[in-house]
């Protein structure tokens, strides 16, 4: 009945299609739901599926969670992103509520095992330290509520939302056990279409990679042109590349869109310090109400 459910979100037509990683269920499913309630959630087995989809034309656009405010990035998406040939359109900001579930009958004395997505483990950390269970990583938070639900094992449990609890037909033993109120996961819109957002009121984001060149002071003189023009860089983070302990790639958010003159002359002084065509704007798209919220 779980499994006839989940499928029947997958119905064929002309509707347009937004791909995530995960089953039926999962936060991402959430997040499309919200973000584009008028397209089909398509669930993908990896980020790498996701992506692909998107890219290969299966999906119109794709749905994918970067980082969170209490267990930080989500991992592969910085390298997947650069070489994918897509576009950042739109973010998306969900306050992540997670529910401890379990199948029907089972009570919280039952559990001794509670599986989950690495992030949503990470969200729950001192709740489940509490609870003294032992803890198993799954690929997706559905996923695991799917597992628990199929094994019919009333000592495991499995973290997930309320959607994942009314398709895969399981209980709540324990609702909202975050270890923070504002917990909240940034998703990222990816499309083939190049377009950048339009200059106007409202606030813009853009986000890049590059690399520095290997000169003394190199990322201090990269990112000088951003203070002396006035640039808020909400985010800048460093990941190693092609096995190199000494290759490092960074990736950036900023305030602005690249053709007002201010983030304009940045971007020149970051291209100028940076190795030859490592500079690549990945999206220049909408802020998400939320945005300023978060940011304080």
């Not at 897509?86 to 509520?97: A, D, K, M, Q, S």
């Not at 895969?168 to 990816?190: A, C």
């Not at 499309?191 to 060149?213: L, N």
Request: glycine content about 8%.
């Amino acid at each position: 009945m779980a499994m006839t459910r989940a499928k029947s979100t997958l119905k064929s037509g002309t509707q347009k299609t937004i791909a995530f990683q995960g089953e039926p269920g999962a936060n991402s499913d959430i997040a499309c739901r919200q973000a584009k309630p008028r397209h089909r959630s398509v669930p993908c087995p990896t980020f790498e599926d996701a992506f692909a989809a998107v890219a290969g034309g299966r999906a119109d656009l794709g749905m994918i969670p970067i980082e969170n405010t209490v267990a930080g990035r989500v991992a592969d998406i910085h390298h997947l992103m650069p070489n994918s040939g897509l576009t950042i359109v739109e973010e998306w900001f969900l306050p992540i509520r997670n529910q401890l579930l379990a199948v029907p009958g089972a009570r919280l004395s039952d559990i001794r095992t509670v599986e989950s997505h690495i992030m949503a483990l990470g969200q729950c950390r001192k709740y489940l330290r509490k609870l003294g269970v032992k803890t198993l990583v799954a690929a997706d938070t559905a996923g695991a509520a799917r597992d628990v639900a199929e094994r019919g094992d009333r000592t495991r449990a499995a973290i997930g939302s309320t959607l994942a609890a009314e398709i895969y037909g399981l209980d709540i033993l324990k609702r909202n056990i975050e270890d923070e109120s504002h917990s909240t996961t940034r998703f990222i819109v990816l499309s083939r279409d190049k377009t950048w957002a339009r200059r106007g009121k409202t606030p813009v984001v853009t986000t890049f990679v590059f690399e520095v060149r290997n000169i003394p002071a190199a990322l201090y003189k990269a990112l000088g042109g951003f203070a002396t023009n006035g640039i808020n860089m909400t985010k800048l983070e460093s990941y190693m590349i092609g096995g190199s302990f000494f290759a490092t790639q960074f990736y950036a958010d900023v305030q602005g869109h690249p053709k007002d003159r201010a983030l304009g002359l940045a971007l020149q002084e970051l291209e100028f310090f940076s190795q030859p065509n490592s500079l690549k704007i990945l999206g220049v798209y909408p802020a998400h109400p939320l945005r300023a919220t978060m940011l304080g």
